[in-house]
DNA sequence: CTGTTAGCGCCTTCAC
DNA sequence: GTGAAGGCGCTAACAG
């Protein structure tokens, strides 16, 4: 308890000048002398000062700290996320106080409440494949804490967001497939309740009909996305009358399930194409043929940037309430032949 | 800007009392008449009022934040650690500063950096697998800012760690391989520079010596822990005079390499045990046999205690110099028969 | 150019 | 039982 690190305080005191001298020195403040901001910041470098965050925290009410909400850490997909969040906001001197939904409705909830009394300046979210309820997000509205969700998406109106284009994915998915000499496309959503999977299955429509398909509502099944729910959805496809030789997967863990199952099951010669594209795959024998590649790493970029931008704003004037968002061009990553 | 949170000011002025007033009645404190308090009490949930952190931190020189540092958030192992980590810190009410080094030793000593002048009131840290130098670990010594080790430990004296015994895992998985009748088993090590190689190499001599079976170097090879590394110490092995029939690894990404690397090649019947008994495994057909299982959530937790265990000695007194560790006992999960 | 002063929100003596 | 006052480290408005 001897050696506090030293304060301004200390640092005037030894040269005899005021603190507010100091504080101006280390800030480069124009009207201080060239002479005493050497003093002083030689002295400083000295004595290892370095300047107390807490307080500057606390007098300029804003914590430098942003809240990240994503459901895991541990798909590639959210850990390349991360990445691209803290490379943005470190260089911009943010801390990044990062937490694991762990896709439950309710933790999220409980996490969003704790960023909240923490103070952070902002927050990022990727919504739980639990949540339908919303209320804790408007929670944060209220307390005028910006939120910028990425890639899973709330169905709330003027928020900000960033997400990746899942039209343009499935498009590409399906015209791989079509030109590949596919003829039954089927897809295994995600839960009917979450906005992605309403997406999905529209882009799905939409994509059939570009390429002049019928779409056949008996080749489109849901899983939870847990190992059995995807399971049990394969055996829906492989139980309906029309046998699908292709499916477009929800993203690349059911893709992975259901390819483990139908191997058991002695099934063949069906394609799967998924989403997220996650390196896991390269372990993979089985992997899908082609998956869509939805930049997580970007999208972390793009999100801080955006929510970056609007807390500067909101330090200046009332923030016009402009929603911002930006939907991200997809790739499809081919990973063997068709 | 209108509507600020509100204060102990507010609340004292509304109910014409004075702040000192009402910051004894929040903390319930003896000599608050009760009527006065539940005043207080009542207007505070009425103004939804919540205290201002930043002010608590300053005033009381803590910030009540930890940080860690693991080498990626991505491989399951450091994921769980990572929930064991927040399970345990939320409980006390302690943040948690999440920080990747991607397995870079420059990085990981910016962030240290980062997290010093942040003022976190302790650190947990798995050391990347490029770290040989230690001198960032000295700077946190010096400002007596308590770190805990986990899983991945430096060589240095006098350091708390928790970390699991991998002298025991190896034992369990030499054990199974010779139950199994395998005549020749191989280490394909990490790094040599890394504390945790040189364990296992210890551990693998120890453990064939425990069963009278003779170590055999050639027996003993190194990958940098990269898919190419991995390949070419199983390619190694391969042209050895002395094939093996078993291979024991550093991980499970070497296992998996290796397996995906000898199937093109053509081998079969060599067995693989590794180390962290990842999750990833369940997706595969082929998987090692067996793994190794660390408890990385276990780990998580025991870190964390010990760290909050050390913070609140050292708020009391001249911490004792004492170094805490911890071995875990380790648990070998058969995935399939030898 | 530099010093003085005040205050951020909260806690903690000390006094009544 | 309660109030008044001071201070944590730093910034910023106001005086020179």
Redesign the pocket.
């Known amino acids: 308890m001897s050696d ?1 690190s030293p ?3 200390e640092i005037a005191r030894q040269l005899n ?5 100091v ?2 020195a ?2 480069d403040h124009y ?3 060239l ?2 901001k050497m003093r002083v910041r030689k002295l400083a470098t000295e004595l290892n000062y370095e ?2 965050q807490a ?2 925290f ?4 804003k914590t430098f700290m942003i809240g990240v909400i994503l459901p895991n850490l541990s798909q590639d997909f959210f850990a390349s996320m991360v990445t691209g969040i803290e490379d943005v906001a470190y260089k911009k001197n943010y801390t990044v106080l990062l937490c694991q939904s762990r896709d439950e409705q309710e933790r999220e909830k409980q996490l969003v409440n704790a960023l909240r009394s923490h103070r952070v300046d902002g927050v990022l979210i990727s919504i739980s494949k639990e949540t339908t309820d919303y209320e804790h997000f408007e929670l944060l509205q209220r307390h005028k804490i910006p939120v910028v969700f990425l890639d899973r998406i709330p169905k709330m109106p003027d928020i900000h967001y960033i997400a990746s284009s899942l039209a343009t994915g499935m498009q590409q998915a399906i015209d791989f497939l079509i030109s590949n000499k596919h003829k039954r496309i089927a897809l295994i959503n995600g839960p009917r309740h979450l906005p992605a999977s309403q997406e999905r299955l529209e882009a799905f429509r939409q994509g059939l009909w570009q390429k002049r398909r019928k779409y056949d509502p008996s080749l489109v099944v849901y899983s939870d996305l847990s190992r059995d729910g995807s399971c049990m959805a394969m055996q829906e496809l492989l139980d309906g009358k029309q046998r699908p030789d292709a499916v477009i997967t929800f993203n690349d863990y059911v893709a992975l399930d259901c390819l483990r199952y139908i191997k058991k099951a002695k099934v063949e010669d069906i394609s799967f194409v998924s989403f997220a594209n996650e390196p896991i795959c390269n372990y993979m024998d089985n992997a899908p043929i082609a998956s869509v590649e939805q930049f997580p790493y970007l999208q972390g970029e793009k999100a801080t940037e955006l929510l970056l931008q609007l807390l500067d704003k909101q330090a200046g004037q009332a923030s016009d309430h402009v929603a911002h968002h930006e939907l991200l061009q997809t790739r499809l990553v081919v990973h063997r032949p068709g």
Do not use: C, D, E, W
Not at 17 to 21: E, N
């Open positions: 506090h304060t301004m305080k000048i005021s603190v507010s001298t504080s101006r280390l800030q009207s201080i002398g002479r005493t300047p107390n307080a500057i606390f007098k300029q009410k």
